[in-house]
């Protein structure tokens, strides 16, 4: 069964750092450009922050760039996120997903939910 699940959310304070990860399973994923996007509170639109490619090339939205890194492990069939000098304002329900010429990886997972207090 193709899925992904997230993990690594959290309660922090502003200014400190988590690690997301996302566990793939299914054939093919190192052949899949993986993502991870947040969805805000009282938002149901799903916001892409990063992207890293079979290569290791990586891109950034503008709110992850300089703070956020994405990075993946074929062997192991995992994408994270590290998240540095994390903000109020990133608080949010964290997802990661792939795609190869138009076709998604898998069903979107639950996420994983990271907030940051002031």
């Not at 703070?67 to 903000?87: C, E, G, H």
């Amino acid at each position: 069964q193709v899925q992904l699940v997230e993990s690594g959310g959290g309660l922090v304070q502003s200014g400190e750092s988590l690690t997301l990860s996302c566990t793939a399973s299914g054939s093919d994923f190192r052949t899949y450009v993986m993502h991870w996007y947040r969805q805000l509170p009282g938002n149901q639109q799903r916001t892409l922050l990063a992207r890293v490619e079979p290569n290791g090339r990586t891109n950034y939205a503008a709110a992850a760039k300089g703070r956020f890194t994405i990075s993946r492990d074929d062997a192991k069939k995992m994408v994270y996120l590290q998240m540095n000098a994390l903000r109020p304002e990133d608080t949010a329900l964290y997802f990661c997903n792939g795609y190869r010429d138009g076709a998604q990886f898998a069903p979107w997972g639950r996420g994983t939910q990271v907030t940051v207090s002031s």
